[in-house]
């Protein structure tokens, strides 16, 4: 049995294999169960929303609703080059049977978008026709971030070890196999890498660049590049590994901020260390954002939708930082939680508001998983994506996971298979 150093109030202890593969097994559990809370109201901004379809707030697991009162799922793009792929032998239909909700280059959109919804400013159909991204997803079903991860973890079961070309060759035949998931709701990380895979471009020179496609710098790029980072038996390698795999869908600078930060502190809690203590300490390590979440989405209705915002201007709204270290426990003491989540930092997608606000859930609630979880579902927002991470971080952190939790996601008993075999690779340490 491997024992592994880890650093308790100033005095070494040992973490030893047993206790490091159920930590990183809550940690997994942890980033399931936080997306599959949270997608029912995903990408709700305003909470008055929240509570008119879920009185109280949501409180356990449930179904996606139809109509979203604030979706603008219909009518993204996804835009592949049909002949180039043919001829290629390249797949490029993503979509499937939820085509009928994007605009394409091989279909027409049947659905008329009308309204502009007034939290966001973005272009929407008629109340009665907004979709929820997530259409027809039962209570305790995993989206298909979550979907990806697993993806990912059955691909280093069968691999016994992180092989790049293995994974992207699973990623390419599980989103162009249909009937693979349920999920309608295509990322546009997705949709731009395909459009480049259809273009002839290589697999591994396929992802799209935050600088010319602004959303790319969002929470999805964190998620499977913490969870393969937990393959490597020390951060150092852990953060080489996660830049690796991110680079395959996200070129992204704010994603890579934030992973400096999430991948040295996951690596901690797993390790053992205080939750809070070291929360604290790597929040140090962040900086908020200059431009507050209240003013951001001013910006954003103002422009009527971000997507007319100048590129460079876009780029200063959400690289702008506090040139101090963020004080969490100062932030803990004079900030709510409904100031810091609906003023002082956005729901939106992006880390550098999302990073600071799962540190803070996860320390305001005491490292308890249900709580913290269901706090960021009801904060709304990007609350799946931030959900997984703030799971992956509080389990990590735990000793335990509620049974309950576990049984009620949808996928159970195949998650309870897929995490242990991912766990016990990662402390075997011979996965990389």
């Known amino acids: 049995m491997v024992a592994h150093a880890r650093q308790v109030k100033g005095e070494t202890a040992m973490q030893t294999e047993p206790q490091r593969h159920e930590r990183i097994v809550n940690a997994l559990w942890g980033l399931f169960i936080g997306d599959a809370l949270a997608m029912p109201v995903h990408w709700y901004y305003n ?21 979203h009162p604030e979706s603008f799922m219909v009518g993204m793009g996804y835009h592949p080059d049909v002949a180039t792929a043919k001829r290629l032998g390249r797949p490029y239909d ?14 027409d959109l049947a659905i008329e978008r009308s309204e502009r919804e007034r939290e966001h400013g973005n272009l929407t159909p008629a109340e009665d026709e907004r979709y929820h991204y997530h259409h027809g997803l039962a209570a305790g079903e995993n989206t298909l971030g979550a979907q990806l991860v ?8 069968a691999e016994g070890r992180y092989d790049p070309d293995a994974f992207v060759a699973a990623f390419v035949d599980f989103l162009a196999t249909p009937g693979r998931h349920r999920d309608p709701y295509t990322e546009i990380y997705i949709r731009r890498w395909f459009e480049a895979y259809s273009q002839g471009l290589p697999a591994h020179a396929c992802a799209e660049q935050q600088r010319r496609s602004w959303s790319i710098g969002s929470h999805g790029g964190l998620i499977r590049p913490l969870v393969i980072s937990l393959l490597a038996s020390d951060a150092y390698q852990g953060l080489g590994l996660a830049v690796e795999h991110q680079m395959l869908t996200h070129r992204s600078e704010n994603v890579v901020n934030a992973a400096g930060v999430l991948v040295p502190l996951l690596h901690a809690l797993v390790a053992g260390q205080s939750p809070r203590e070291t929360t604290v300490t790597f929040a140090r390590r962040t900086r908020l954002p200059e431009i507050g979440g209240r003013e951001l989405f001013s910006r954003y209705r ?10 460079a201007e876009m780029w200063r709204l959400h690289t702008r930082l506090e ?3 963020m004080d969490l426990p100062h932030l803990l003491e004079t900030t709510t939680e409904r ?13 550098e508001h999302g990073l600071p606000m799962l540190l803070y859930l996860a ?3 005491g490292y308890d998983l249900e709580s913290a979880l269901l706090a960021n579902a009801n904060a709304g927002g990007d609350n799946v994506h931030r959900g997984m991470l703030l799971g992956l971080v509080v389990g990590a952190g735990s000793r335990s996971v509620p049974p309950r939790l576990k049984a009620g996601l949808k996928d159970h008993a195949e998650l309870n298979t897929e995490i242990d075999r991912f766990a016990a690779l990662a402390v075997s340490g011979e996965a990389v």
Not at 150 to 157: E, I, P
């Open 94 to 107: 993503i979509l499937h049977e939820h085509v009928r909700f994007y605009q394409t280059s091989y279909s």
């Open 323 to 325: 040139t101090t270290p």
């Open 150 to 157: 697993r993806v990912l973890m059955r691909c280093v079961a």
């Open 339 to 351: 100031q810091l989540t609906r003023e002082r930092l956005a729901t939106a997608c992006y880390p």
């Open 302 to 311: 103002e422009a009527q939708g971000p997507g007319n915002i100048p590129a």
């Open 363 to 365: 320390v305001r609630h």
């Open 47 to 67: 909470p008055d929303n929240i509570l008119k379809d879920y009185p109280g707030g949501v409180s356990s697991y449930a179904a996606a609703k139809h109509p």
